[in-house]
């Protein structure tokens, strides 16, 4: 069956405006995450929904990143004022409960602000 | 922050060796997973050990956890030039926490 997908692939932005990142989890899946990759570094959790709600925010660095999954499959991760700094590979991953460790993830989305 | 170190930062072997890498975490686990990630992207999910096992093998991959030490060993047996890549083991504390990962360079 399909995948996790993320759209866009590939998102250029300038410094201080507003982008939304999409991910569309496996079907039927009820978790979903939401990480943070900068480049030679390790996934950094940003998010992790459970259903429409969003059990853990812990990651998100501050008050610019937002995430909604209105309907409990699609989530959008929106980001207002960017920054420079949060340019990476933003990567979504869906697992089929909360008690289901493993992660499926997405291609993820490359973000670069200039 | 990261909870995981991975050692060797990168290998380089030849196809046909077996590939040793290690993973350092710093708090108590439930389970530990191994991922492989192939040119910077598609985290792809390989193996994952429980806390109560010590050791586990799919296919060419065997696993080690040794939860005294905090420490897991992910193991490729034959490798391959497909199996380039990088490696990182994550902790689950229900969001998977990353080490920076192993680069792995297998050479025809």
């Known amino acids: 069956g399909a995948g996790v997908s993320q759209t866009p692939s590939n998102k250029v932005t300038e410094k201080g405006k507003y982008v939304e990142l999409r991910c569309d989890p496996i079907s039927g899946h009820t978790a979903l995450y939401w990480y943070r990759q900068s480049l030679g570094q390790g996934p950094e959790f940003l998010i992790y929904?459970?259903?429409?709600?969003?059990?853990?925010d812990s990651g998100l660095p501050n008050d610019r990143f937002f995430a909604v999954r209105p309907e409990g499959s699609v989530s959008t991760l929106k980001i207002q004022r960017t920054e420079r700094g949060d340019s990476a590979v933003y990567l979504c991953?869906?697992?089929?409960?909360?008690?289901?460790?493993?992660?499926?993830f997405g291609p993820g989305t490359r973000l670069l602000v200039l | 922050s990261q909870q995981g170190e991975e050692d060797p930062q990168a290998l380089s072997i030849q196809e046909g060796e077996n590939a040793t890498m290690n993973c350092s975490y710093k708090t108590s686990i439930n389970n530990l997973q191994w991922y492989r990630q192939n040119s910077g992207r598609g985290l792809v999910h390989l193996i994952l050990?429980?806390?109560n096992e010590r050791e586990k093998h799919s296919g060419r991959l065997r696993v080690t956890l040794d939860t005294s030490k905090k420490s897991s060993s992910l193991l490729i047996t034959a490798s391959r030039a497909a199996d380039t890549a990088s490696y990182f083991c994550?902790?689950?504390?229900?969001?998977?926490?990353w080490g920076l990962g192993t680069s792995l360079a297998v050479n025809p």
């Open positions: 991953a869906s697992s089929e409960g909360p008690h289901q460790e493993t992660q499926y």
């Open positions: 050990i429980r806390s």
């Open positions: 929904f459970q259903g429409t709600g969003a059990a853990d």
């Open positions: 994550a902790t689950d504390d229900r969001k998977l926490i």
